[in-house]
Each structure stands twice: as C-alpha cells, then as structure tokens.
C-alpha cells in the first residue's frame, strides 16, 4: 500500500500537554490539527514547574505574562510526619546549594491553562477542532479521527494527549497495566499570617503526603493525601472547620491558616502502558504515565515528553508516524518515565507500608539524603533534570581523582 497520508499531525487533547505539544509541533513548521474543548477554567490545583519545563515554555513564549501569578520555589522541605517507630529526619533541599536562585515558579493551573491557550491561538497553522474524537482508525499509512461533530480528520501521526483513560492508546492497541491506591487528594488554597519564604513542605503521614507549595503573597496551595473516607470527610466541612484542620496538620507552622472558597477532590492511580507508541499513536502526558501527586512530577514528565517527541518528529518529517520512528520516540521516554513512575509509586507505597522493612528503608533513604550534602544535590539536580545529577557527581568525582 502506498503511503496516503499528508505528513499531518493529530493532536488529540486540550489539556495543558496537548495544548504545549500543539504549539511545539506547529514551531517546526508541522501542520498540526488540534481536537479538544476549550481549555479547562475550573481547575483549582496548581502546578509547580521546574526550570528545565520552563525553558521550554519561554521558547513557546507562554510565561511572560503569567509570572506575577507565580511563586518561585526556593526550598523544598520533607517532613516526616509519621507516628511510626523508626521515622525520617527533616530534610532540606535548598536550590542555593546547586547554585540555582529556584527550582521552579508554582503557578494555578487556571492561568497556566489560560496562557497555554493563547500560545496555540497565536500560531494560525493550528487548526483547533473545539470537539470530541468520537472513534478512530488507525491504519498502516494513516490514522483517522471521526469528530463529534461527524466530520473526520486524517494525518500520519496522531498524539495522544487524551489523559489517562485515552481513547487514542486504546485504539492503537497499547495495554496498560493499571492500579488504583486506597487515597484521595484534596486540593485547595489558603491564606496564611506567617510568610512562607518561598519553602514547600511535604509532610509524609501514614495515608500520604500533606504537600503545601508557595503562591505570591502570604497564600499557599495545598495538595493532601488522605483515605477516600476522610477525603469525603474533609470536603464537607465549612471552610472555618477546614481552615483549623489544615493549620493543625501543619503545626501551625504558617501561623493562621484561611482556607479560601473552592477545592476539588481527586481519586489517584497509577497507569503505565506497555508502549509509549505504535501504530501511529506517540503517548504524552496522563496518556503516557499516571501517578501520584508527590514531589511535582507529573507535568514536568509530560513536558518531557513533548520535547522528546518534537526531536523525533523534526527527524522524520516526511513521515512522522512511520514505525521507526515510533520505536525512536518509545526508546527515548522509556528510561524516564520509568524512573519517575517507579520512584514516585514506591514512596507512596512505603509510606501506605505498615511493615518494618519498608519504613526503616524510607528513612534511612532520607537520613542519607539528608546528612550528606553531596548525595542532597545529586538528587536535586536529578530532579531537575534527569541525567544531569549523575553527570555532575561523575565529573565531581573526576575532579577529585584528578587532584
Ligand atoms: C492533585 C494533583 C496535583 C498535581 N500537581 C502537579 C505539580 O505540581 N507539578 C506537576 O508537574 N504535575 C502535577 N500534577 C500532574 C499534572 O496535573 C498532570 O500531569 C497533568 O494535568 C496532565 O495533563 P494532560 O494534558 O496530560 O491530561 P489532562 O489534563 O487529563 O487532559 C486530557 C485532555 O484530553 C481531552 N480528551 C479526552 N478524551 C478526548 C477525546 N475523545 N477527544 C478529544 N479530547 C479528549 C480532555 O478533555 C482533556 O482536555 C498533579 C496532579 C494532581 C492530581
């Protein structure tokens, strides 16, 4: 069969990695159709992204105008909050000892997906479906899209930025292996009378972490990990009884909390595909990877994946989806995604962990983290890049045989 396609793309998905991978495709002078609803407006949480995912971003030119909606991150803290036997020191990671200013800027999810959105409807070579994909075929040469509103769309490549169920991988015969954790995530706002001083806290507790990240002026946003039971529990209360519980799991270690009008609940999972591509179908985003909210992973991952993807398609312009491709694009994600995932699921899991092992390992992992400032900024700079922390403690240790 002959190939029938026009080296277009499909980008299925308006959340802020379709959004973000429309626009980087479109850079490279791809023609790029984009399906999905407006962006979301009513998403209360916040995301807090590292420097590497911003240098991304400014080479779209998003931030700009969102940076007095952010707050930068000068010091990521874990608390160990747990009343078991054997628990973890404190441990502080300061962006100032790897001679950084920040980690990253914590920015509401609302303005990041409002600036996301103008960056695709500055680029006039998107062509922006405002629907749903109703059904797909994918075939050898080409992949169709059938819209909501029955008309159809072909390319040769189709992106997944579909989220986590992903009607896209579904349809390009890629398995997952799901789970789903006994927690859910509270998310909300609050005011707060002490300064935060640009300090994340992360208290672990024995249902999950308790994770309050800095937004300008004396507010904060606050991710809590808790039993579906309590979450349902917590959401019910008025924000003055919501106020004084958030303030007591803190210790009041901001002073007085308010907690502002508005919070979301969100159920957490984990799902991991077996591919990151096939059949024409490259997975991004929640499509790609689902895991739980700790040390502000998930976007940072999927902004990743974007940058991967874009290297790929930019050497394989004639034909993007071709199989070889995809393979490329598969090698590429895999040592990353799996990393995180496997990181992030297995700190969950030693902190839901009743068993002794488990807890002596996790703080015994952050008593060497801990103590040691050389092993701390390896694992910052990891996190903010992977690959990055390793080269430097290689070159470090270079340096030092050397002398
Ligand atoms: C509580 C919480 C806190 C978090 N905090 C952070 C953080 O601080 N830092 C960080 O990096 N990450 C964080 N994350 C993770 C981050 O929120 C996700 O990685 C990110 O939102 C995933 O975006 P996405 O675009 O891949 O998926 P989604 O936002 O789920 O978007 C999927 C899109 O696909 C569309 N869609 C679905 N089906 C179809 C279809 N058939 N046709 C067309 N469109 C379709 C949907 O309408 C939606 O627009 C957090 C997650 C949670 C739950």
Redesign the pocket.
């Known amino acids: 069969m002959g190939t029938e396609h026009d080296g277009s793309i499909i980008v299925?998905?308006?959340?802020?990695?379709?959004l973000i991978a429309a626009a980087a495709l479109a850079d490279l002078g791809m023609p790029v159709t984009l399906?999905?609803?407006p962006a979301?407006t009513d998403d209360r949480?916040?995301?807090?992204?590292m420097t590497p995912?911003l240098a991304q971003l400014d080479a779209l030119g998003v931030p700009a105008g969102l940076r007095p909606k952010t707050a930068p991150l000068k010091a990521m803290r874990i608390v160990d909050a747990t009343k078991r036997l054997i628990r973890g020191p404190v441990v502080t990671f300061r962006a100032a000892e790897i001679g950084e200013d920040h980690f990253g800027l914590?920015m509401p999810?609302r303005d990041l997906n409002a600036a996301l959105e103008a960056a695709v409807i500055s680029r006039p070579a998107i062509d922006w479906r405002r629907?749903?994909?109703?059904g797909w075929v994918v075939g050898a040469d080409k992949v169709v899209a059938r819209l909501s509103d029955a008309t159809t769309i072909e390319g040769a490549l189709a992106v997944a930025?579909?989220?986590?169920?992903?009607?896209a991988r579904q349809a390009a015969g890629i398995s997952t292996s799901v789970r789903s954790y006994p927690q859910a995530?509270v998310?909300l706002n609050f005011g707060h009378s002490r300064g935060h001083g640009f300090v994340s806290t992360e208290f672990h507790t024995e249902t999950g972490p308790f994770t309050q990240?800095p937004l300008p002026g004396n507010r904060s946003s606050l991710?809590w990990v808790v039993k579906p039971t309590t979450a349902e529990e917590l959401m019910a209360l008025d924000d003055a009884s919501l106020s004084v519980r958030v303030e007591e799991q803190m210790q009041s270690m901001l002073g007085r909390v308010e907690v502002e009008p508005g919070r979301q609940v969100?159920p957490?999972g984990a799902v991991l595909p077996a591919r990151f591509a096939q059949n024409r179908v490259a997975l991004?985003?929640?499509?790609a990877h689902v895991f739980p909210?700790i040390g502000?992973?998930?976007?940072?991952?999927?902004i990743r994946d974007v940058r991967d993807l874009v290297a790929t398609v930019a050497e394989n312009r004639s034909d993007p989806g071709a199989e070889h491709a995809l393979a490329a694009y598969d090698r590429k994600r895999r040592p990353d995604v799996l990393a995180r995932a496997g990181a992030v699921n297995l700190l969950n899991l030693s902190l839901l962990s009743d068993m002794l092992p488990a807890q002596l390992a996790r703080s015994a992992g952050l008593g060497v983290v801990g103590g040691f400032a050389p092993i701390r900024a390896l694992f910052m700079r990891e996190g903010l890049q992977p690959g990055s922390g390793f080269a430097k403690a290689f070159t470090d240790l270079r340096e030092q045989i050397r002398r």
């Open positions: 299925a998905g308006t959340g802020p990695t379709g399906v999905g609803p979301s949480r916040t995301t807090a992204l995912a914590n999810n629907g749903m994909i109703t930025a579909d989220g986590r169920l992903s009607p995530a998310v990240v991710v969100y957490l991004v985003g929640e499509a909210p502000a992973q998930g976007l940072n991952l999927g």
